[in-house]
Structure formats: structure tokens, C-alpha cells
């Protein structure tokens, strides 16, 4: 069973910048995709980006031209870098993982549909 940990979180001032790092031990099958999400209390989980297992990328509108995935397979490791900052972006970071058959329109996978998650790390911007 894979095992996804989230690192990274912590404060920041509007403006500054915050790099969120997934790393993933375990199987994980070929065609996976490894999301970004975060949630606000009372809140449901908000789609924040994904790299689909070809690599492409998708961002929410709300963070696109900000924040960037990448990922570093020696390391196992996908990244979130989030740059300016904006106080709207505090909520509870969380990397997911989901298999998806050929064709399936990654960015839309909801949530609830991913396989794995890890336990989410802090994302505090202030103004």
C-alpha cells in the first residue's frame, strides 16, 4: 500500500513564498496522478493542481501563473511550489494519489475518487 507525507507548511506573509514537498513510499501503478488539494474548515476539499502520470500539468484558475508541481523521481517526491502568496490561500495542504484509466480527464478527477492521501500540512498566509 502506498504512503503519501506531506512537508513543508508554515507561516508566510502575503506576497512571500512556500515550497510543499509529497513524498510517496509504496506501489504505485503507471498510470497515476499525483493531485493537490486543500481544504478550509467546514470546507470540501478544493482542487489546487495535479501532474498526471504523462507529466502534464493542471492548476486551478485561482493558482495558476503562482504555484508550480514538479516532481523528482530519484526522490519520490512531488513538489508544490507556491509563490506570492495571498492570505485566501490558508487551508490544510494535501497530496493525493489516483489511478485513472486511459482517456479520463485527470483535473476533473474529484477527491473522493483518489486512492491515497497523506495527512496534510499547514499553509498560514498573512496580510
Known amino acids: 500500500q502506498a504512503k503519501l507525507q506531506e512537508s513543508g507548511g508554515g507561516l508566510a506573509q502575503a506576497g512571500e513564498s512556500l515550497t510543499l514537498s509529497c513524498a510517496i513510499s509504496?506501489?504505485?501503478?503507471?498510470?497515476?496522478?499525483i493531485g493537490w488539494f486543500r481544504q478550509i474548515p467546514n470546507r470540501e476539499r478544493q482542487f489546487v493542481g495535479v501532474?498526471?502520470?504523462?507529466?502534464?500539468?493542471y492548476y486551478a484558475d485561482s493558482v495558476k501563473g503562482r504555484f508550480t508541481i514538479s516532481r523528482d523521481r530519484t526522490k519520490n517526491t512531488v513538489y508544490l511550489q507556491m509563490h506570492n502568496l495571498k492570505p485566501e490561500d490558508t487551508a490544510i495542504y494535501f497530496c493525493?494519489?489516483?489511478?485513472?484509466?486511459?482517456?479520463?480527464?485527470?483535473?476533473?478527477?474529484?477527491?473522493?475518487?483518489?486512492?491515497?492521501w497523506g495527512q496534510g500540512t499547514q499553509v498560514t498566509v498573512s496580510s
Open positions: 501532474m498526471s502520470a504523462g507529466g502534464t500539468l
Open positions: 509504496g506501489p504505485i501503478g503507471s498510470n497515476t496522478a
Open positions: 493525493g494519489a489516483v489511478s485513472y484509466d486511459r482517456g479520463t480527464n485527470v483535473p476533473a478527477i474529484p477527491y473522493t475518487q483518489y486512492d491515497y
